[in-house]
């Protein structure tokens, strides 16, 4: 094979690495979009339904529930049948198609039914997303295509669009109608996934030898999880879910029934968290890449904890939201703890596993009890409770990244080059 050849096929690769992260970036963020709707509309619907917080938090809970049971099982299926690529286009039709449904529903058992079925889909998408990223990424881009697939699309299209095209649909038309259009951008993203995503890289073809694919034998749950970075990443995952839910599920009610801001001003304040999703969610684990990612994790967790305190003691809508861009870090940390540091950690046969695992369980405890318990607190002590629980999840965090190995290749390699005999510290 002669340089020239080899010089096109990287070129081809990089060309395909760009075009399959902007897809997935649409993809997720899309997801985000969806999941986020209700939060954005509960004030409307309240109006019509009544629902107490602890059915809010319900509504918010049984979709992390149906969204981790279906990424366990999602990405323990990837890795058996060793595909992606259809079982990614099926959960982005048919979550679309639940979500739209939500509009139909008369009552909170029917939006329930509705927030289940579009977490059963919407739970496949981020472990197949991230599988197909890793394998066509550089290894100097890793962390920071990771962090725009995850964090920032999840960022712009549920944090800032999301506020602000659904809360102007109920105020147009009504909360029903804001549903309903959540189904065309999720049909176009499916089609583009069908048309240009690969099931393999132009990278991983080309980097693997006959040897490493003959390897790539399946993996055993058991052995996955007696790896203590995957542990841990589990009950990170637990912490940081409780934070993340809790938040963005209470605080536009928060801000409405306790501040007494208008739905305008409510919407322009979570933008402000729109805002600090993207740029933290690329960024986070762009700055991972270099310093490392355990440093980078304990870091921002630690800006992340002053987030749901400022929704409870900063009265300015503007001074709020200038900490909230500041403060809501978490969502680029999400990045590393679900997709980054497993990939450095498991073998490339059990990628979609643990990455399918650390987001079940992580969405078990801190996206399906974590707003249940908060929405049972806010309505026993009032809606702050909700926030302290929160912050709790955040501090969490930062005790349980110390037990965490570094996984930053350059990190590892000038370690490695700091030691005379050439091994890690």
Not at 28 to 37: E, M, P, S, T
Not at 278 to 305: E, H, M, N, Q, Y
Not at 321 to 328: D, E, F, L, N
Not at 393 to 398: F, N
């Amino acid at each position: 094979m002669t340089d020239t050849t080899v010089a096109a096929g990287s070129r081809a690769a990089d060309r395909y690495e760009n075009r399959l992260l902007v897809i997935l970036f649409l993809s997720f963020g899309f997801v985000f979009f969806d999941r986020q709707a209700l939060s954005f509309l509960a004030p409307y619907m309240d109006a019509e339904f009544g629902l107490t917080n602890a059915q809010l938090g319900t509504l918010s809970g049984v979709l992390a529930l149906t969204w981790a049971l279906a990424g366990m099982f999602a990405g323990r299926l990837s890795d058996a049948l060793g595909r992606r690529k259809p079982i990614l286009v099926a959960a982005v039709v048919l979550f679309s198609l639940f979500s739209a449904s939500s509009g139909l529903m008369g009552g909170f058992a029917g939006l329930l039914a509705a927030r289940a079925l579009m977490g059963t889909a919407e739970g496949a998408v981020l472990p197949m997303a991230q599988s197909l990223m890793v394998e066509a990424s550089r290894e100097s881009r890793r962390g920071f295509n990771m962090g725009l697939l995850q964090g920032s699309s999840a960022g712009l299209l549920g944090g800032i669009v999301a506020p602000l095209v659904v809360v102007w649909i109920a105020e147009t038309w009504n909360w029903r109608v804001a549903f309903y259009v959540t189904i065309i951008p999720g049909l176009v993203v499916a089609a583009l996934i069908w048309r240009f995503v690969r099931e393999k890289s132009p990278r991983t073809l080309a980097e693997a030898s006959q040897e490493q694919r003959a390897a790539a034998v399946k993996v055993p749950l058991r052995e996955v999880l007696r790896l203590r970075n995957i542990v841990v990443c589990m009950l990170i995952a637990c912490c940081y879910l409780t934070w993340f839910v809790t938040i963005i599920t209470f605080t536009p009610t928060y801000l409405t029934e306790v501040k007494g801001f208008d739905p305008g001003t409510m919407s322009g304040v979570m933008t402000c968290l729109g805002v600090a999703w993207v740029l933290w969610g690329f960024a986070t684990p762009a700055i991972s890449d270099r310093i490392g990612r355990k440093p980078a994790l304990i870091g921002f967790t630690v800006l992340a904890v002053c987030c749901p305190l400022a929704v409870v003691y900063v009265e300015s809508p503007v001074l709020l939201g200038a900490i909230m861009v500041v403060t809501y870090t978490g969502l680029g940390c999400f990045t590393l703890f679900m997709a980054t540091i497993p990939a450095e950690t498991v073998p490339r046969a059990a990628l979609a596993t643990a990455l399918g695992v650390i987001m079940g369980v992580g969405e078990l405890a801190g996206g399906f009890l974590g707003p249940m318990v908060a929405g049972w607190a806010s309505d026993q002590w009032g809606l702050q409770a909700a926030m302290f629980i929160a912050a709790g999840g955040a501090v969490a965090v930062v005790a349980l990244c110390f037990a965490l190995k570094e996984t930053a290749p350059a990190v590892l390699r000038r370690r490695a080059a700091a030691v005379p005999d050439g091994s890690a510290a």
